[in-house]
């Protein structure tokens, strides 16, 4: 029942030499998300030991190239290795007229799957018995998506000695697990939170790639455990954020701050900051839990238990 | 006066966590030449510190992705620094087309010139003062070019106490340099190997990216001081490098000879074989000279003078 996130590349437009263009991969329970996939993702993916042909689900935020370059080559080497399962690939549309064109010059032995989001769904883009996730219209110079990735509510737990003392049967289970009291054959009205363990956390990742600050997006990922948000810019340098249509760090963890999120992780530094740990010191005066992020990283957040309210 | 290679990226099609795919840099005279960019090549630049903006000149063997995948974030990158000086690109005319489409999704501030060989004139590409590039049409399953790099002739230099002692005047030192012999007043020839320096060796390097063994190239690439000869696979799998269109370690090797160059680089390894030195020893066997290579190598050929015959 993991929840991971590893950081494969953490630059932005210019990588440097230790820092890859943007890819993140999330583990949520044994399934791989990879969210962009700037050049070098495979060889990152390589470093991580993780098997490409594990990968079904591709999330693009964006049509820059920092976020799409290494979609080729990743796909390409998929092919060599016998692919032959459809690979979805979720973004703009015109990710899938790009395809398109290059696969008549590279073409691959397996189906993409292109996915864009309706907005009259509220962004809604994959299901699985597990995990929702769902797009974040952001402002950027083109059309850009950040991604919520939200595990579903897990079904309530019963307390085994429960079972016995009320002489539960299997109808009984099933309404308790859905959350239901119980009335003994004495009228007694035992609560659902007598009945059962504290409901597992919904566990969350938000991705928030190129943007403006938006402090309207704090509604959609209030809460979220970990709340990734570029930090293109110092504070110094708001004026040239708002030009470029990028973020500073202050904005992320203003954001971080109004959506209370768990943890802030910011990234996608201008190479222009020799020593990026100034962006994190301006973050952490306004959201303290905030970490910069480097090519290799890994964010973890366990699955815990919550008491019920 | 540098003539020097660097190996960039040494992995065949797939790449591994320390081989990136194909790319060499020639550095001659202090001008740089990109062969080849596969995935990640804008990376290893940096690994090198090697700055983009000197590379004028990319010459592209075939439209595989991992001979091209570099070259869209390669650009982008030259783009963003500010780039605006024109680039040159060498390659098989369907370059031109696969570049025009994605710059419409990815637009440079720059302009690329686009450059292919006419064989009416042995594949000439490239002429400075110092170097000539042709190309050398290779036997694979898409259009492949090999590259010859070759330095010019220099001028002779003088034998400076010649001056003095024979009273040269500047016509007659202008003759000289070209090669003529002299004759004095007195009416003595003085052969031109008296009058000046051992003329310098014409530094070359020869690069065979993906092709069916084709000894037929030995004479294009004959005396080469640096030849690179891909060896995607061992002798043993000689069947397979025939049916993919590949060459075997011992098929490059055996090229190597017929050529009579200086030293044999192999690379391009199938990533079948765990411990690529096997396919190094199975050269030797036939071309002592021979090096598997790496990412990162380097490769100098001295500036030596060799006396005339």
């Not at 016995?164 to 004495?186: M, N, P």
């Not at 609560?191 to 409901?199: I, K, S």
């Amino acid at each position: 029942m993991s929840f991971e996130l590893t950081i494969l590349g953490s630059s932005s437009a210019l990588p440097t030499s230790n820092r890859f263009p943007t890819a993140h991969l999330l583990k949520a329970d044994e399934r791989f998300f990879l969210i962009d996939c700037g050049e070098g993702t495979q060889i990152r993916l390589l470093h991580q030991k993780v098997t490409a042909a594990r990968i079904h689900h591709i999330f693009i935020s964006h049509l820059h190239g920092d976020h799409v370059f290494g979609l080729f080559g990743l796909l390409s080497s998929m092919g060599m290795m016998g692919r032959q399962v459809p690979l979805n690939l979720y973004g703009p549309a015109k990710l899938k007229e790009l395809m398109e064109q290059n696969l008549q010059y590279f073409p691959l032995p397996f189906e993409l799957h292109y996915h864009s989001p309706e907005w009259r769904d509220g962004g809604f883009l994959y299901e699985d018995e597990k995990l929702t996730v769902n797009a974040i219209p952001l402002k950027h110079r083109t059309r850009t998506y950040g991604y919520l990735f939200r595990e579903k509510k897990k079904q309530l737990n019963i307390r085994k000695e429960q079972i016995q003392a009320l002489g539960l049967g299997i109808a009984d289970i099933v309404r308790i697990k859905r959350g239901e009291d119980f009335v003994t054959s004495g009228g007694d009205l035992i609560p659902n939170h007598e009945l059962t363990l504290p409901p597992y956390h919904q566990r969350s990742y938000a991705y928030i790639s190129d943007t403006l600050y938006d402090p309207g997006l704090s509604e959609q990922i209030s809460g979220s455990d970990l709340l990734f948000h570029e930090a293109t810019f110092a504070g110094s340098d708001e004026k040239l954020a708002r030009e470029t249509m990028h973020s500073t760090a202050m904005q992320a963890a203003t954001l971080a701050r109004l959506a209370g999120v768990g943890r802030l992780l910011i990234g996608h530094f201008s190479t222009r900051y020799k020593d990026p740990s100034l962006l994190v010191e301006e973050a952490r005066k306004i959201f303290p839990n905030t970490d910069g992020v480097n090519d290799g990283d890994r964010y973890s957040i366990p699955l815990e238990r919550v008491p019920s309210e």
